[in-house]
């Protein structure tokens, strides 16, 4: 299998998976049952309609809309497009256009009313990197750990300096970079468990993604309510090695994306990060049809066709992708 196959379905991946978990966000798993007592199955209700729990809201998030995880994955194509590496006052420059979920009470909040792209942020342990990071991962591959160190940080520090979110980061980006690489759920773990090590010295993150991939690994079937008590998505040491664990588990983009959903809390950020990693695993668990939707609803408003040059513009010794920027032009505008 190609590598440009890996890499577009890592994008699908987190896309659509961004998508379908938005729906249950921030509930929890007796909201979810809730709201949809027969659970989520994909998108539940007609793409475009509000959200039902969100009419009236501020924002009235949309049925096939993606999330700021979204957003932010190609403001850091974009940058890592203009500069060639990653490099995070361009980084900055880029999340400073971002719209989505920028609200008192975050760190891009803080990032956007400061106003200044070459920020270092000196704390934050929230998702914010990890959810956007996968374009480090598509940009070195597995065997360039330093890189997949480095690149995370870059990525993390203008919003997240703490090191649970460097961490975090270093691990999704390693285990893309692998799953791209076309390397076994194994050595994906591996790979993340490395860069998450390098970034922590605490090895917070990294314990807990071996303690929840064990957890998952052993059990015959995954049962939403059982991972729910043990490993609800509601802080950062279960958030990113939960989305980890369900897409090496699962080797589903699908799969994880509704099991994120069906539990709730950060749910989005669970599927989105899952997403990526599972699509560049198994590009064919991409489910189509949410796609199809997604690009639909949210891609052409983001202008994720726009990314996809950067696979022309990188230098070939540091791109994993070997592709012209025409024919996923082509792709993407014929979804």
């Known amino acids: 299998m190609r590598q440009l196959e890996r890499v577009i379905a890592c994008f699908k991946g987190l896309a659509t998976a961004n998508a379908i978990g938005k729906q249950t966000e921030t509930l929890s798993r007796a909201d979810v049952q809730k709201w949809y007592p027969r659970g989520i199955t994909g998108f539940e209700g007609t793409p475009g309609d509000v959200i039902p729990r969100y009419v009236g809201k501020r924002y009235e998030w949309r049925i096939g809309e993606t999330t700021d995880d979204t957003e932010q994955t190609i403001a850091m194509a974009r940058a890592l497009l203009r500069e060639g590496g990653v490099h995070h006052t361009a ?16 760190s891009m909040w803080d990032f956007v009313q400061l106003g200044d ?18 374009p480090v991962g598509v940009l070195y591959p597995s065997d360039r750990l330093d890189d997949l160190v480095r690149g995370p940080y870059e990525c993390a520090i203008p919003t997240h300096g703490g090191p649970l979110a460097i961490s975090a980061a270093a691990a999704v980006a390693g285990a893309v ?30 314990r807990s993604i071996e303690r929840i991939y064990s957890d998952h690994s052993t059990r015959k079937n995954l049962v939403v309510d059982e991972v729910a008590q043990r490993h609800f998505p509601n802080t950062p040491q279960n958030i990113v090695p939960l989305a980890i664990g369900l897409a090496l588990v ?61 696979t022309s513009s990188l230098s070939f010794s540091q791109a994993h992708v070997r592709a012209s920027a025409t024919s996923l032009r082509e792709l993407f505008c014929g979804q």
Request: hydrophobic share 40%; proline share 4%; aromatic share 4%.
């Open 91 to 106: 980084i900055g420059q880029e999340l400073l256009q971002c719209k989505k979920s920028v609200h008192p009470g975050v």
């Open 117 to 134: 792209p070459a920020r270092i942020a000196t704390e934050g342990d929230g998702c914010g990197a990890a959810m956007r990071v996968a």
């Open 177 to 206: 970079s692998a799953a791209i690489d076309g390397r076994p759920a194994s050595e994906v773990l591996a790979v993340a468990l490395e860069a998450s090590r390098f970034s922590d010295q605490t090895l917070t993150i990294s």
């Open 250 to 310: 699962t080797e589903s983009g699908e799969e994880t994306a509704l099991f994120a959903a069906n539990l709730g809390g950060d749910s989005d950020s669970v599927a989105s990060i899952g997403g990526a990693i599972a699509g560049a695993l198994r590009p064919e668990s991409v489910n189509k049809n949410w796609f199809d939707v997604v690009g639909m609803r949210s891609l052409s408003r983001n202008s994720l066709v726009e990314v996809f040059p950067w």
